[in-house]
C-alpha cells in the first residue's frame, strides 16, 4: 500500500508541481489550499506524511501543525514545512508547534524526494525500535506512546522536545556535542538556528526540573539522575 502525502499550499502551481514528482514515485497524494482545508483534508485522508506551507490564508502553517498535534491521531504524523523564510524564530516557532523538518523553496525535485524517503525511513525506525525507560525512582519515558512521566505524573511534550529529551537520556553521563545533536534529533539536512537546542532545553527544563540535563559549556549537553 503506498504512502499518503498531503501537500498543503496556497499556490497552486506549486500544488501541481510536487503532486506530480510524488505520483511518479508512487505516492498517493492528496492536497490543499489553505489550512483551513488542510484540517478537513488530514482527517479524511489520514496521511502518513504532510508538507505544510507556512504563509497561507485562513491558518497559517504552524497553527495547522498547532491543532493537528493537538489531535491523538497525528502525534505521530510526520510534518514537514515548505517555508522561503529562513529566520530562526519563524523556524523555532514552526518546530516547536511539532513540525519534523523543514524543505526550503524554491524545491528542487531530487532534494524534495530524498528528504521524504528519509522522514519516512526514520518514522519507520522509530516504529521498530519502542519501549519504556525508567531514569531513577521520578523519571520514566515511554517511546511507545511518546510520554514523559514525572513522579508518576503525566508531562506533554512536544515531539521535538520528547526527541531531544530521549536522545540525551539514552546515555546517561555522556556529553553530547550540540552538532551531534542537531544531526540526530533534526537529521543533517535540517537548516535551524544556533539557539534552536538551547530554546528547547529551556522548555524541557521548566517541565521535569532543571536538574536532569547539564549544560556542558562549550561543548553540548548531558543527561544524569
Known sequence: ?????LIVDDEPDILEFIAYNLKREGYEVFTASDGG?????ARECSPNLILLDIMMPVHDGVEVCRQLRAMPEFQKTIIAFLTAREEDYTQIAA?????DDF???????KVLLSRIKALLRRKTEEKEDTDQTALGDDLVIDRMSYQVYLQ????DLPRKEFEL???LASKPGRVFKRDEIYRHV????????NRTIDVHIRKIREKI??????TVKGIGYRFDF
Open 103 to 109: 524543505i526550503n523553496k524554491p524545491i528542487r525535485p
Open 1 to 5: 500500500m503506498p504512502e499518503r502525502i
Open 37 to 41: 482545508q488542510a484540517l478537513q483534508v
Open 209 to 214: 526540573g532543571s536538574q536532569y540535563i547539564k
Open 186 to 193: 533534526w537529521g543533517p539536512d535540517v537548516i535551524v538556528g
Open 152 to 155: 508518576g505524573v503525566a508531562i
Open 95 to 99: 518546530l516547536d508547534s511539532g513540525g
Open 165 to 167: 529529551l530521549q536522545f
